[in-house]
């Protein structure tokens, strides 16, 4: 269907509703909060729809719109799906990846059903995140560095960023400004395997999470915990708590959490972050909850 096809039937829905289902005045649109409860109503339709023909109404089947940041895939993601598919061979998964900023994004707009990414620095009205693994930081230096802490370390080399508009480069500058660990950036790349790859080569230092660590030869690198206790990042799925998937997006949440060993489970109460990325988040979660359950169906 051409886009001009699609704005036509989006208009006659509009003026059908009598409200509108998209905010125009950004760009791209973005669906307004009639137009996601209208997408969410229209999903559990479709999903009723692929039950009929079930001989076993029970069964967790159909399509899952999943995002997730590409540093969750080996050894968490890619297990878990399998885990999964094994369990439930009906549900399928659609994956896409991307940063944590585009992901929340994209749940946002309803283009996915949930994402697997960093927490949120503010949750966004109408969405919950379910902790799933708390991963450390480690500071990463060439193999022939003299320095035995992690701050000298990282201000004995030229710093390796990853790019500056990261969530996760957020989350490391601010625990570098608590702690007063001032670096020299050298260079600021847009992949976190680059970074790696530039670190092992002896071009400087920097600060990665445990799991892009995980094809790295340990004879290549110097590598400590970034903090005592170290810096975590904490992953888990944002996704809407009246998602008419949720019987699915449960059974996601389930292989994930087989797959996390009991001390890297997440949990923002348990693990230490920056107090900006945790500072009310249960009490905002919760008063979203309550505003989406207070809310009417349109009619």
């Not at 209208?38 to 079930?54: F, I, M």
């Not at 480069?169 to 790349?189: D, F, K």
């Not at 449960?250 to 107090?275: M, T």
């Amino acid at each position: 269907m051409s886009p001009a096809a699609v704005s036509l039937h989006i208009k006659t829905l509009e003026e059908d509703f009598g409200e509108r289902l998209f905010d125009r005045s950004v760009r791209p649109p973005v669906l307004t909060e009639t137009g996601r409860q209208t997408l969410a109503r229209a999903r559990r339709v479709l999903d009723a729809w692929d039950r009929l023909g079930d001989h076993n109404p029970t069964e967790v089947n159909g399509l899952l719109e999943l995002g997730a940041v590409a540093t969750s895939i080996p050894g968490l993601l890619a297990e878990a799906l399998a885990g999964l598919r094994q369990r439930r061979p009906q549900l399928r998964v659609r994956l896409s990846t991307a940063y944590s900023e585009e992901l929340e994004e994209r749940v946002i707009r309803g283009t996915l059903d949930a994402a697997l990414m960093m927490r949120p620095q503010a949750l966004p009205l109408g969405l919950v995140f379910v902790p799933i693994v708390a991963e450390p930081f480690h500071v990463v230096a060439p193999k022939d560095a003299a320095a035995m802490t992690d701050a000298a370390l990282l201000t004995s080399l030229p710093y390796i960023r990853f790019r500056r508009q990261a969530w996760i480069t957020g989350l490391i500058e601010a625990e570098l400004a608590a702690r007063r660990i001032r670096v020299e950036p050298a260079m600021e790349i847009d992949s976190l395997g680059g970074v790696l790859a530039l670190v092992e080569a002896g071009l400087g230092v920097s600060v990665l999470p445990c799991s892009q660590l995980r094809t790295a030869a340990p004879e290549e690198i110097k590598r400590l915990p970034f903090g005592d206790p170290p810096l975590r990042r904490e992953l888990g799925l944002l996704h809407r708590p009246d998602h008419p998937r949720a019987p699915q997006l449960d059974e996601l949440i389930a292989a994930l959490r087989a797959i996390v060993p009991a001390d890297n489970a997440g949990s923002a109460s348990e693990q230490r972050q920056p107090d900006r990325m945790n500072e009310g988040q249960n009490e905002r979660q919760a008063e979203q909850e309550r505003q989406i359950h207070a809310q009417h169906e349109p009619l």
